[in-house]
């Protein structure tokens, strides 16, 4: 439930709103499907002590980034400073990529590049 107020009457106004859905728009997943799909993906790879040492590695990469950021948000002063250097970077980026159209159009290209270097279309 909402409450809106109106501006002449200072009374609130009482809205309802009920979502549904219907079966077309559906996104739920058969989990027996996702399930099927993953082994089907893990049977097809080669080299499975290659992809548990990388998700290995990426697990203790973010232990330890959690780690690293939990002691430089004990420090007092370094936590402000961070974020003033992120809304620095934010700013800049904005005015960089997102200002004009185009530097829009040349981070579409640059992230295209990247999808296809990363998929090995490249």
Request: no cysteine; glycine share 6%.
């Amino acid at each position: 439930m909402l409450f809106f107020f109106h501006i002449e009457s200072r009374k609130p106004l009482l809205l309802q709103i009920k979502a549904t859905s219907s079966e077309e728009t559906s996104t739920s997943v058969d989990a027996n499907e996702l399930f099927t799909d993953l082994k089907e993906k893990w049977d097809a790879v080669e080299n499975k002590s290659t992809v548990l040492l990388y998700g290995g590695g990426a697990i203790v990469a973010v232990w330890l980034s959690s780690i690293l950021v939990g002691a430089i948000n004990s420090v007092p002063l370094l936590p402000k400073v961070m974020e003033l250097v992120g809304l620095g970077y934010t700013g800049w980026f904005v005015y960089r990529y997102l200002l004009f159209k185009s530097s829009r159009k040349e981070l579409a290209t640059d992230i295209e590049s990247l999808k296809k270097k990363i998929a090995g279309t490249e």
